[in-house]
Every structure is written in structure tokens, then in C-alpha cells.
Antibody
Framework: VQVVESGGGSVKSGTSLTLSCEISRINFSNAWPSWVRQAPGKGLEWVGRIKSWSEGGTTDYAAPVKGRFTISRDDSRSTLYLQIDSLKTEDTGVYYC??????????WGQGTLVTVSS | QSALTQPPSASGSPGQSVTISCTGTSSDIGAYNYVSWYQHFPGKAPKVMIYEVSRRPSGVPDRFSGAKSGNTASLTVSGLQPEDEADYYCCSYSGDSYVFGTGTKVTVL
């Protein structure tokens, strides 16, 4: 299984950014992948998750990001997305894509770094 | 949803045991048997060491064990090895969301 995030970079506060995550060699259409972030010097923080289309394709978000973060998926490309609007300096960190967070078959990428400056 | 509480650090000499606690609430750890423990090296992908409270994925040494009592989960590393020095995070399902612990840095003396 390969999990590869992309799309990070240095951006200005108030702008938007979309991260991508391609997950290969799993049945992506059945997966409920999540985004997890880690601010500099801080711990892991669950950001949100999207269910499979067979389960409605609904999304759930952590309270601190609700309303500014949008998770979507393209099963034809085995790709997960995270759109971040109105970026804040506190959004700075490494963003990880992961599947099966509380299962024994949990796959994570190496993360993509987002740096937000004012 | 507040982060689960872990001690910031733990340490032990090679061959000793170290236990890390993870305290949550009746809405997360106390409500579900979906607690995982992750080993994380900076710049690397986190690796699941324990899932569903006490189950070990294939390939994880049996030196790693997990348990839960009430709203608190724990990870024990027996027979510490130098390569066990890393950050460890607990994670619990919390009803359509997940919550991670604050993280514990394990040092092998």
C-alpha cells in the first residue's frame, strides 16, 4: 500500500489551499480515509474523515476546523482531498492522510508540510 | 473534543519495561474498544503498534501490549530496545470522530 500526500507549501493567511492524497493498492472505494495534522512541536490531531460512497460519502470534522475544511474524494483516481479555506497561521503543520485509523491495517503517508504566514 | 491525556515523557533502560497511560472520558475510551497506539518518528509515517485496545498487528513485536480500564488505556513496552525510542500516541474512536492523545516521548537510557 502506498499513501502519497501532495499540495503543501508556503501560503499567506486568508488564502485557500487544496491537499491531495493518492492511496494505491487498496480498495479505495471501500475506505473511509482521514486527514490528521501535526503542528510544529505539537501532537497528532485528527482533522476529519469521509465515508465511502456506499455509506453515503458523508464527512465528519473536528470542531476546530469545521466550516473551513472540506474533505472530498475521487474514487476513480483513488485520491482524497482536503480543501482549507481562510488559512490561519495556526494551520501550519504537517498534514497526513491515513486509512483505518483505529484498525490493525492502518496506512499513513509521510505527510505534506503547510506553512501559513501572515 | 479534548485530546486524550498522556504523560509528556517516559524512560527506561534497555531491558526494562515502561508503561504509558492514556486518559479519556466516558465518550471515547470508556465507550468504545477502539483504542490504538501509534509509534511516530519525526518526519515519518506513524505506525500502529496496538489496535482495538490490546491487539497487535502482524510484525509488531510481542514486547508491545495494550490494556484498558474504564476511561484509561495503557501501552506497555517490555524489554525496552534502543529502537523503541520514539513518540507514542494513543487514539480512540469517539462516535463519528477520533481523538488522539497528547503524545509521550519514550527515551531509552
Amino acid at each position: 500500500v502506498q499513501v502519497v500526500e501532495s499540495g503543501g507549501g508556503s501560503v499567506k493567511s486568508g488564502t485557500s489551499l487544496t491537499l491531495s492524497c493518492e492511496i494505491s493498492r487498496i480498495n479505495f472505494s471501500n475506505a473511509w480515509p482521514s486527514w490528521v495534522r501535526q503542528a510544529p512541536g505539537k501532537g497528532l490531531e485528527w482533522v476529519g474523515r469521509i465515508k465511502s460512497w456506499s455509506e453515503g460519502g458523508t464527512t465528519d470534522y473536528a470542531a476546530p476546523v469545521k466550516g473551513r475544511f472540506t474533505i472530498s474524494r475521487d474514487d476513480s483516481r483513488s485520491t482524497l482531498y482536503l480543501q482549507i479555506d481562510s488559512l490561519k497561521t495556526e494551520d501550519t503543520g504537517v498534514y497526513y492522510c491515513a486509512t483505518g485509523i483505529v484498525t490493525g491495517t492502518s496506512y499513513w503517508g509521510q505527510g505534506t508540510l503547510v506553512t501559513v504566514s501572515s | 473534543q479534548s485530546a486524550l491525556t498522556q504523560p509528556p515523557s517516559a524512560s527506561g533502560s534497555p531491558g526494562q519495561s515502561v508503561t504509558i497511560s492514556c486518559t479519556g472520558t466516558s465518550s471515547d475510551i470508556g465507550a468504545y474498544n477502539y483504542v490504538s497506539w501509534y509509534q511516530h518518528f519525526p518526519g515519518k509515517a506513524p505506525k500502529v503498534m496496538i489496535y482495538e485496545v490490546s491487539r497487535r498487528p502482524s510484525g509488531v513485536p510481542d514486547r508491545f501490549s495494550g490494556a484498558k480500564s474504564g476511561n484509561t488505556a495503557s501501552l506497555t513496552v517490555s524489554g525496552l530496545q534502543p529502537e523503541d525510542e520514539a513518540d507514542y500516541y494513543c487514539c480512540s474512536y469517539s462516535g463519528d470522530s477520533y481523538v488522539f492523545g497528547t503524545g509521550t516521548k519514550v527515551t531509552v537510557l
